[in-house]
């Protein structure tokens, strides 16, 4: 019988991921490796899960761990795991603000100890890895999916290490290690539902749109009308996922789960605008002047409530090439909605739950 073990439970995309598995024709049993402070969290979950489809709960397996540690954390229980025939792994710590300590111990340090474990599972048939976009750091112009070391500076910590981790994943590939990489864009809230975990990335604008009244002043660095902004949502990534990691032809591969025709920042504002019912001014800043005016300037980060990590993204020169996940997904028949027509259910989510934070779990 298959066994599934998955990392990143109970997370916004590894939750997803493991009622999707769930659904699986076999019925595979699935351990998630849960880090002790979410214990709690990660059995609500399961019973969430239960509720929505009797008797899954049954084939789910918590076991607490942690991937900074060597063997997982798990010691002496590694055994009892090491019939997996699958392995997704989806923790990482997701912050554009992460220091280079805690991105190294958790996405380079938790990769390594991960793909040490999945080599001594003699069962394994793949190893699905979760990496992003962003290990293009600042490349100007097309970066493929066949892409990784072009040279590139990076924005910050998360960009670097998730880059770092990624060149560990393609080390052990060439060595024999039969795995696929998943490189998602911007991940937003679900297109259908809008639910989300966390209100990041495009979040924190639509959050300070929401906080004025009917006409918005929206500080905007760099020139919007040619930098593009590159969002993707939940469904969409893990549909693409859960499909590809059930095909054998894409084994190997590396994936951009990317919109292959984003929106110009320029565009994106004006959709913004549109879903949160406001006439948005726009005021030109350039950008060392926006971002410093948070970091220093007393007052200002309390006010927009804009991380000045995410000024980077205002001015991304990089364009994400999707020819792969274009031709194996339309197989499948599966595509990015485009943002205009889902981003108001996420506006709508935002308005009914307004106690969610914008926090990484870490």
């Known amino acids: 019988m298959a066994h599934v073990f998955v990392t990143g439970f109970p997370g ?13 024709r076999g019925k595979p049993n699935v351990t998630c490796l849960v880090q002790s402070k979410f214990a709690a969290l990660a059995a609500a979950r399961v019973e969430e899960i239960e509720h929505a489809h009797r008797g899954a709960a049954r084939r789910i397996a918590l076991i607490e761990g942690d991937i900074t540690s060597p063997a997982l954390g798990l010691g002496s229980r590694a055994k009892s795991v090491r019939d997996v025939t699958e392995i997704f792994h989806f923790a990482a710590a997701y912050d554009l603000s992460v220091s280079r300590e805690v991105g190294m111990k958790v996405n380079v340090d938790g990769t390594k100890h991960l793909l040490d474990f999945a080599a001594g599972c003699p069962a394994l048939t793949r190893v699905q890895y979760v990496s992003t976009c962003y290990v ?8 493929r999916e066949s892409d990784l070391e072009k040279g590139q500076a ?3 910590f998360y960009e670097e290490t998730k880059y770092l981790a990624e060149m560990d994943v393609r080390k052990r590939m060439a060595a024999g290690l039969p795995a696929t990489i998943y490189r998602p864009a911007v991940v937003t809230g679900d297109s259908a539902t809008g639910e989300t975990q966390k209100y990041d990335g495009p979040y924190y604008v639509l ?8 006409v918005a002043v929206l500080p905007v660095p760099g020139d919007p009308e040619r930098t593009r902004v590159n969002l993707v949502p939940r469904d969409f990534v893990i549909d693409a996922i859960d499909a590809l990691s059930t095909a054998a032809t894409a084994s190997g591969k590396c994936y951009h789960l990317a919109d292959p025709d984003p929106p110009t920042i320029d565009e994106a504002i004006r959709l913004m605008g549109e879903a949160t019912g406001r006439m948005v001014v726009r005021v030109p800043m350039p950008a060392r002047i926006a971002k410093a005016a948070i970091d220093h300037l007393p007052g200002v980060y309390r006010l927009l409530e804009i991380p000045s990590s995410v000024i980077d993204y205002y001015l991304h020169p990089t364009f994400y090439d ?7 997904l339309g197989e499948l028949g599966i595509r990015c909605p485009r943002l205009a027509d889902y981003l108001p259910r996420l506006v709508d989510f935002m308005k009914r739950h307004p106690e969610i934070a914008s926090g990484a779990m870490v």
């Open 12 to 24: 916004f995309l590894g939750s997803e991921l493991v009622r999707r598995i769930l659904r699986r």
């Open 136 to 143: 293009s750091g600042r490349w100007t112009g097309i970066f």
């Open 207 to 214: 959050r300070w749109l929401l906080k004025q009244p009917t």
């Open 154 to 156: 990076f924005n910050n």
């Open 322 to 328: 999707t020819a792969q996940a274009n031709a194996d």
